[in-house]
Structure formats: C-alpha cells, structure tokens
C-alpha cells in the first residue's frame, strides 16, 4: 500500500534529479570557465591583481574553478545515485 507522504515523493524524484543535474552542469560549467579565463577574468572580478594572503588573483580564481568542479561532479553523482535510495532508508526507519 502506497502513502501519501510515498506518493508525493515519487513525483518530486524527477524533479529533483533535474534540478541537481542542472545545478552540476552550471557549476561544473563555471568551475571550468574559472580555471581557463583565470587572466581574462581578474579585471572583471577584482580591484587588484594581489591579494595580502601571497597569492595572486589568478591562483584564488583557478583553486576556486577547480573546487567548483569537484562539487560540480559531486552533485552530479548525486544525482546519478538517485534519491530514492535515501528515501527507501529514511521510509524504511520510520515503519521500523
């Protein structure tokens, strides 16, 4: 017998899984852009190319695209996992 509470989370599954492969192709897509206009992109971002911590723009921006890029792969193997895998633990817990 179906729930309510599975029912409705059984529609929002797709919806989901779009919204984190979409949130993972955008962050992977800045992420990249980070890393390759690092140069490019100084004048735009920041007022000077030096930073007091010793590194310069370019390095914050392209550490910056690279982490973007692993959250970017995270999220999406989030997404490829499912989400109803979670969810079947967390239903399973409650009937327990």
Known sequence: MTTLTESAAS???????????ANAAFSG?????????????IPVLFTSGDWEIGLSAATVLRVLGIGLCL???GVAWTARQG????????QTELRA
């Open 83 to 90: 989400v109803s895998t979670a969810h079947r633990a967390d």
């Open 71 to 73: 959250f970017a792969a």
């Open 29 to 41: 897509l800045t992420g990249v852009i980070a890393v390759a206009a690092a140069e490019t992109l």
């Open 11 to 21: 529609a929002c599954r797709p919806r989901l899984k779009l919204a984190l492969a």
